[in-house]
T-cell receptor, first 114, second 115 residues
Framework: AQSVTQLDSHVSVSEGTPVLLRCNYS??????LFWYVQHPNKGLQLLLK??????LVKGINGFEAEFKKSETSFHLTKPSAHMSDAAEYFC????????????FGKGTRLSVIA | DAGVTQSPTHLIKTRGQQVTLRCSPK?????VSWYQQALGQGPQFIFQ???????QRGNFPDRFSGHQFPNYSSELNVNALLLGDSALYLC??????????????FGQGTRLTVV
């Protein structure tokens, strides 16, 4: 069975400082891993995904994540936070093969302080 | 190219009633999945439709049912509504074929409130 643990329910950073949102996963198979962002009253938007290529994945809006198999982690980072980054972030896992369902973490709310 | 569209955007129902939510997938996508997102939680998988059949199902009771039409659009039906069914219901579409880690596109969701 697959599962995702987002280690922080809420992260608060100052504008211009680095962002780190932590995620650990559990999967019986070679996983696909994703980060999605959800702004208030909006749908889910894909930030980035890891399938099997480079372990350092670059996404939209300056976000990136590194797949570390030995640590079963897929942490999301950004060098410099912007006010518009304030949102809910979800780490997601699915089996790499087939059209398997997405398994979401509980989410991390990112606040950005001016 | 329209993305995933869901209707209605908001809905208020009374306990015991039945509700139908609708989803039109992104052009070129033939697989539709439904998720329930309770307040303060991550989305949870309800079921997935492909070729007008339910292919996979999450841990939801039979009160939750669905349908997929020949044009790939889909409906989610919930019978005998409970207060706990209040949530944001998200529809996601994806192509069945293609490389691994295919991207699922999500709609804006339908906010269901049961009173």
């Amino acid at each position: 069975a697959q599962s995702v643990t987002q280690l922080d329910s809420h992260v608060s950073v100052s504008e211009g400082t680095p962002v780190l949102l932590r995620c650990n996963y559990s999967s019986s198979y070679s996983p696909s891993l994703f980060w999605y962002v959800q702004h208030p009253n909006k749908g889910l938007q894909l930030l980035l995904k890891y399938t099997s290529a480079a372990t350092l994945v670059k996404g939209i809006n300056g976000f990136e994540a590194e797949f570390k198999k030995s640590e079963t982690s897929f942490h999301l980072t950004k060098p410099s936070a912007h006010m518009s980054d304030a949102a809910e972030y979800f780490c997601v896992v699915s089996d790499r093969g087939g059209n398997t369902p997405l398994v979401f973490g509980k989410g991390t709310r990112l606040s950005v302080i001016a | 190219d329209a993305g995933v569209t869901q209707s209605p955007t908001h809905l208020i129902k009374t306990r015991g009633q039945q509700v139908t939510l609708r989803c039109s997938p992104k052009s070129g996508h033939d697989t539709v999945s439904w998720y329930q997102q309770a307040l303060g939680q991550g989305p949870q998988f309800i079921f997935q439709y492909y070729e007008e059949e339910e292919r996979q199902r999450g841990n939801f009771p039979d009160r939750f049912s669905g349908h997929q039409f020949p044009n790939y659009s889909s409906e989610l039906n919930v019978n005998a509504l409970l207060l706990g069914d209040s949530a944001l219901y998200l529809c996601a579409s994806s192509p069945l074929t293609g490389n691994a880690g295919r991207r699922a596109f999500f709609g804006q969701g339908t906010r269901l409130t049961v009173v």
